[in-house]
């Protein structure tokens, strides 16, 4: 583990047991290249992340990729994340690019040019699985946000990913079920964990979704200086408030309207102190 200018940077202990394995199997090699194109599709988020003034905690490398955790209080928008996540695999591209111009001019050995090709193909390709912590997964997470209530899209993202990691599982060990006695243990070990942080990802929706209306209030300011339009919902007077904090949508301002079953307005209500009495009490209906 090691810090650079407040990023650390660590590798997981399954890149260290591949490694470790690699030098057994004499493939050392073909793990230098890999480690050398993950590291390059790593440098891709964190100059996007830059760019867009996020400040990254720690990377920790995968053989699939890295998990970055940055500081978000707010400001990081859907399309920052997609440009963020979209930036490793765009390296990947550059390199698949750079790799077959030099094949073609006849610089460098062949063999090893390709090789260079199918790893990045490799990793941009898994990277792009609607899966997170996958870079696919969060492109398809911030693109649903800016559509769907974000309590809507951390639940359904998910559950997608919760699916697509247990595919990868069962992918894994295909050959068994075919009546081979083996299976591909690399892709079982990356299964295995993309399933576990997926599960526990999905435990903690109510952290997360709390998290977010605890950042809303740095976007007030913002939404008022560019004079957005506030979102309007309309609510039943006994209707939970929970119910209704869960139709706010990301960058969207909301007003609630509380209208009464002969249509008459009884409120209207700034988001600001829906998440107020959200906080102060447990599950209030909104005339309490």
Not at 96 to 124: C, H, K, P, Q, T
Request: charged fraction near 15%; hydrophobic fraction near 50%; include cysteine.
């Amino acid at each position: 583990m090691i810090n650079v200018r407040g990023i650390t940077l660590s590798l997981h202990p399954f890149f260290v047991i591949l490694m470790l394995f690699s030098v057994v199997t004499g493939h050392f090699l073909e793990l230098i290249v890999l480690f050398s194109i993950v590291f390059i599709h790593e440098l891709g988020h964190l100059a996007a992340a830059l760019l867009c003034g996020v400040r990254i905690r720690s990377i920790q490398m995968l053989p699939f990729g890295g998990v970055v955790e940055i500081e978000d209080h707010g400001q990081l928008t859907a399309w920052r994340e997609i440009g963020i996540a979209a930036a490793g695999p765009l390296m990947n591209a550059m390199m698949i690019g750079g790799a077959l111009l030099f094949r073609e001019a006849g610089w460098g050995d062949g063999a090893f040019l390709s090789y260079v090709v199918y790893g990045n193909a490799m990793i941009a390709g898994f990277n792009l699985l609607p899966v997170l912590p996958l870079d696919g997964g969060k492109i398809l997470h911030a693109a649903a946000s800016l559509f769907f209530p974000y309590h809507q899209t951390l639940l359904w993202s998910s559950r997608i990913s919760v699916a697509g990691s247990a595919a990868v599982v069962l992918l894994s060990v295909s050959p068994l079920l075919q009546g081979e006695a083996k299976i591909h243990l690399n892709l079982l070990m990356i299964g295995i964990f993309l399933l576990y942080s997926n599960w526990m990802d999905y435990r903690h929706i109510p952290y997360r979704f709390t998290r977010f209306l605890m950042n809303r209030e740095k976007g007030y300011g913002e939404a008022a200086r560019k004079g957005s339009f506030a979102q309007p919902i309309i609510a039943d007077p006994a209707k939970h408030l929970d119910s209704i904090l869960r139709l706010f949508k990301r960058g969207k301002y909301h007003v609630v309207y509380v209208i009464n079953k002969q249509g008459g307005l009884i409120a209207m209500l700034p988001e600001q102190r829906l998440i107020s009495a959200y906080f102060a009490t447990e599950r209030p209906t909104l005339l309490r």
